[in-house]
């Protein structure tokens, strides 16, 4: 199946400072990706969505200008923590999105990336 | 999206049957029905869709009621791997489509 990667898989940063997280799409190309965020015993939520070429689409209560995305190439999406706060401290996870063909039928998968558990002090 | 209702938690012995029921009594014609798992701080996994017709693949068996409004993913031989939390999500297909993830029920499996 489709692999993606994210680096850093875990990163710990003083308060105030930015953390930039990187989603690669190693073997297929992904116009569309998607960030998530996880708190400790909850599930995912939904950030935003990354278009290449183009401005993320963020969800309601979302900060664009704290959680910068820039999704510049088919294969790579960034998300930029601005001015990291200890609340940020979570579980990032981006997808990226392909379109499978099967017996006839085309479905979209997701293909999630293995996480970066962010940690701010 | 519609939303789905699964059971918080459920237990299943080694080798037995898994079976995880969720409700999406809401469902639109044109939305499938997912099945993604998570392992412990790690990403998910996609395991299983379908649309009305039930479906196997090498993971699990998906089935769908006639009506649409309830599904069960069916693991045949659970191991200790398959211990996870496994969320049932309805979504359209088009490559922007978001997958809004309930809590998901998490499934223990014991020796």
């Known amino acids: 199946g489709a692999v993606v990667s994210q680096h850093p898989s875990r990163v710990i940063c003083k308060s105030g400072t930015s953390v930039k997280i990187e989603c690669r799409s190693l073997?297929?190309?992904?116009?569309?990706m998607f960030w998530y965020r996880q708190f400790p015993k909850q599930s995912l939520m939904l950030m935003a969505t990354?278009?290449?070429?183009?401005?993320?689409?963020?969800e309601q209560g979302v900060e664009k200008d704290k959680f910068l995305i820039n999704h510049a190439s088919l294969t790579l999406s960034t998300l930029t923590v601005t001015s990291a706060h200890p609340e940020d401290s979570s579980f990032y996870i981006c997808?990226?999105?392909?379109?499978?063909?099967?017996?006839?039928?085309?479905?979209?998968?997701?293909?999630f990336g293995p996480g970066t558990r962010l940690t701010v002090l | 999206d519609a939303k789905t209702t699964q059971p918080t938690s459920m237990d299943c012995a080694e080798g037995r049957a898994a079976n995880l029921p969720c409700n999406h009594s809401?469902?639109?014609?044109?939305?499938?029905v997912y099945w993604y798992r998570q392992i412990h701080s790690q990403g998910p996994q996609y395991i299983i869709h379908?649309?009305?017709n039930n479906e196997t693949n090498e993971m699990a068996s998906l089935i769908i009621t006639e009506d649409r409004k309830s599904s069960t993913l069916i693991l045949p031989h659970a191991t200790l791997r398959d211990t996870a939390v496994y969320y049932c999500?309805?979504?359209?297909?088009?490559?922007?489509?978001?997958?809004?993830f309930g809590t998901g029920t998490r499934l223990q499996v014991t020796l």
């Open positions: 073997d297929f190309q992904a116009t569309t």
């Open positions: 809401t469902i639109s014609g044109n939305e499938y």
């Open positions: 990354s278009n290449e070429g183009s401005k993320a689409t963020y």
């Open positions: 379908g649309l009305k």
């Open positions: 997808s990226a999105s392909s379109n499978r063909l099967a017996g006839g039928q085309s479905w979209n998968e997701q293909f």
């Open positions: 999500i309805v979504s359209s297909t088009g490559t922007a489509s978001k997958l809004t």
